[in-house]
């Protein structure tokens, strides 16, 4: 029995599995630059995939005003609106016979809504809820 084949040494084989592990490397950035190119080209799969971020904090700040008995609630309410009045946006801007003046009010009133204080929120979530029902008669309608 004769063995031809040289035996390989311990730095051949961390060159191989270099080798190897480069090129999958650069099959895997190659893989994410596709998907980042598919995510800026649309943007509710944009929303989605970047929102879990704020997601894991809203839910840690629910968990921690009902751990310490405070209304978590209104809290949660808002956080909700807050998600679809960011699908209202995103579907007011893709819409091209939405007047400008309603997609500028509609970013007025979200952003007035996040900076909505914890104190106030009760007393103002109702005036929200009413603006979400004018927007979404006004999205709904046919072009």
């Given at each position: 029995m004769t063995n031809t084949e040289k035996p390989i040494t311990e730095k051949q084989a961390m060159k191989k599995k270099l080798m190897h592990d480069l090129i999958e490397l650069?099959?895997?950035l190659a893989l994410l630059w596709m998907c980042?190119?598919?995510i800026q080209t649309h943007p509710a799969e944009k929303?989605?995939?970047f929102s879990w971020?704020?997601?894991i904090y809203q839910q840690t700040e629910i968990f921690f005003q009902n751990l310490f008995g405070k209304n978590w609630d209104l809290l949660k309410q808002k956080y909700n609106l807050e998600s679809y009045y960011q699908?209202?946006?995103?579907l007011s801007e893709e819409k091209?016979?939405?007047?400008?003046?309603?997609?500028?009010?509609?970013h007025n009133t979200y952003e007035a809504l996040q900076d909505e204080h914890?104190?106030?929120?009760?007393?103002?979530?109702?005036?929200?809820?009413e603006?979400?029902?004018?927007?979404d008669e006004i999205l709904r309608k046919d072009c």
């Open positions: 650069f099959i895997w980042y190119g598919y929303i989605s995939f971020y704020k997601v699908v209202m946006i995103t091209p016979c939405i007047d400008p003046e309603v997609v500028e009010d509609l914890k104190n106030t929120l009760e007393h103002r979530l109702h005036y929200y809820v603006k979400q029902y004018e927007f």
